[in-house]
């Protein structure tokens, strides 16, 4: 009897053990939306145990959630600085390279304007969204861009800030900005690609978006998203969508 009952014992842990699901909570610059998603989908298809919970947003606002104890057990940050700000912190560990940021002058269909004639398109659009530059690091990328170029105290008082990179696309695609400053990725996307006329912004105008992630906690799914990452996998999904792969 006993040994039936400890055999139903084990059993019973063993099925508890199996049901048990691991939440990996992310948390991810918006210019990753789409292609993260990617990469989280075949992750959770490969490992059914680990729940993937990817919360996306500006850089800089997960910086201080983070710092405020959220609970995220990984971050990937839209620039380096910020991780680097953890990990003097003590607050994080495992820093790595995952991609560098393109960044685009996007106009609507229809749109009167040609972005192909660069930047000072936008003494003629009476909106402009970009990524709030005070905690977006695309967001500050747009207005080296724009003062590189020279029209960025020109254009400064139509500017439409979104929340991220991501709100920032969004205000374009829905009418609510002429013109946006934006994330290849974004505009590379299902949703965004036939909607819109893009022209990438040159390189040497604005700071390196030079991407960087970090891991918050021990949790061996937030280890397995790293590596999936930066696995050739990972790195061809976001190669894809327009990212330059460090070492590429």
């Not at 930047?119 to 500050?140: C, M, Q, S, V, W």
């Not at 990438?200 to 960087?212: S, V």
């Amino acid at each position: 009897m006993a040994a039936a009952c400890a055999l139903l014992l084990a059993t019973a842990l063993t099925g508890c053990a199996s049901d048990s699901v691991e939440r990996v909570n992310i948390a991810a610059a918006a210019d990753l939306r789409y292609a993260l998603d990617e990469i989280v989908s075949q992750l959770e298809a490969d490992n059914p145990d680990v729940d993937y919970a990817v919360t996306y947003g500006s850089s800089g606002q997960f910086l201080q959630q983070i710092v405020n104890g959220a609970p995220f057990d990984a971050y990937l940050s839209a620039d380096r600085a910020y991780p680097d700000q953890l990990l003097d912190k003590g607050l994080a560990s495992d820093p790595f390279t995952y991609a560098v940021g393109r960044l685009v002058l996007w106009v609507p269909d229809g749109s009167p304007l040609d972005p192909t004639r660069g930047l000072g398109i936008l003494a003629d659009a009476k909106r402009i969204a970009i990524a709030n530059p005070e905690h977006a690091p695309y967001g500050r990328a747009a207005v080296a861009a724009m003062t590189a170029a020279g029209v960025y105290a020109q254009v400064e008082d139509r500017l439409v800030l979104g929340e991220n990179v991501s709100q920032a696309a969004e205000f374009v695609m829905s009418g609510n900005a002429d013109a946006g400053i934006v994330a290849l990725s974004l505009v590379l996307s299902d949703p965004m690609r036939d909607v819109g006329t893009w022209w990438e912004i040159p390189r040497d105008t604005f700071p390196r978006l030079e991407q960087a992630g970090v891991l918050l906690t021990d949790s061996p799914g937030a280890r397995t998203l790293r590596d999936a990452v930066v696995g050739p996998e990972g790195r061809a999904i976001l190669a894809r969508y327009g990212f330059e792969i460090p070492g590429e």
